[in-house]
């Protein structure tokens, strides 16, 4: 009830947000073919009576109907499906109208019986909603007229005097071609401006349709990758943490038998630590929509110089000046971080070697310790480098890890050159792509 009673206001609104022009015009049009018609059958019917006798009496109740006809579509139905029925009827009226005002007159004296044809028509011309119809409803009316002209001929025997009947024929002729012709060219732009202001309409609401969509799906865009760093925040930080506590409990259980492995475990926890909150502050500053004033290089010679700064680890490095998308520059500050974390933990390594190079078409990293190292035969991942793994995939790119026990650890990645980006405006454009993905 709700829904229907508030199409039933929205057509109302509509109705009345049309401009004056646009309601009243066509009515004030079809007013005035009325007062035009009451005229004009005036004439043709008094002219008739004067003249003749009998059957010309006929054509004073057919051309009230007419009227009444008229009326009736002006004032009473609106639409062309319910005016349908009163235009067979007038095409039959005005056979009669047209028969019997001629009776015994002569049809070159009748010159105003055309003019009811183009009156009634002009009406029909304003309903019909295409040109066919119009045409039809033409050329039927035509020939109506032109067979009851030519029954009024051999009535009144007027054959004789051939160049007055035809002159008057083809002067009704003439002006019922042109008022057909004009008339429908008025109509077609009408017709062709009301559907363009329709598509214009239909165009408008489709706009406002996608800007609110657009809307909307900016709006989910942003939840959804608020949802996604928190998820991220709490995977690395609940990892970070869980590994520092780890390492401060193993810290504490050997502090009284081997100090240097409480060293190393303390050591190690501090640089996870440190790790935790580089991507802790890293991962607000997304969310605030900041975005920290430093290039790659400089972030990744930052995370290299906190492992070096204060401890008796040798970091040795060679990075090549890139800018990379927002995810991408992302996962390899976080692969940097974990495996210098996971050197350090399980292999006891002292010494990193780091590279970050511009293959052109690809962009390599490498990052190796000189660990203990592990037997690769009985290799399993953990939790950070299956992570490693799946992200290196997702952006297009491999991984690669390998080992052998006493040399070492050794990570070697390789990302696509398209997430390379040469300017901080492609690079946004390309951080949006990729959220839009997403």
Known sequence: MNGGKGQGENRVQKWLKKPLAERNILQAI???????????????????????????????????????????????????????????????????????????????TNSFCYLVYVLVLSEYYLSAPTLRDDLIMFAVNLAAYTASYAVIAVINDEFGSAFDISSQYFVALIVLVLHFVMFNFAMTVSRKNKQIESSLHELEESRKELLRAYDKLEEATVIEERNRIAKEIHDTAGHSLTTVIMQTEAAKLALGKDVAEAERCITAANIQAKNCLDELRLSVHLLSGKRENVTLKEYLEGILEETANGTYFTVRSKIDDIELTEEAERFVSNTLREGISNGIRHGGGTAFLFELKDMGNYVELLLSDNGSGIDMKNFKEGFGLSSMRAKAESLGGMIRFSSEEGEGFEIELSLPGSLKVSDPEKKEESNEDQSNDR
């Open 30 to 108: 079809r007013l005035v073919l009325l007062v035009l018609l009451v005229i004009v059958i005036f004439i043709v019917v008094f002219s008739a009576v004067e003249r003749g006798r009998g059957p010309v009496y006929i054509s004073i109740p057919v051309s009230a109907l007419l009227l009444f006809s008229m009326a009736m579509k002006v004032f009473v139905f609106r639409t062309f499906n319910r005016k349908l029925a009163w235009y067979v009827l007038d095409s039959v009226l005005l056979i009669l109208l047209n028969f019997f005002s001629g009776w015994r007159v002569s049809v070159a």
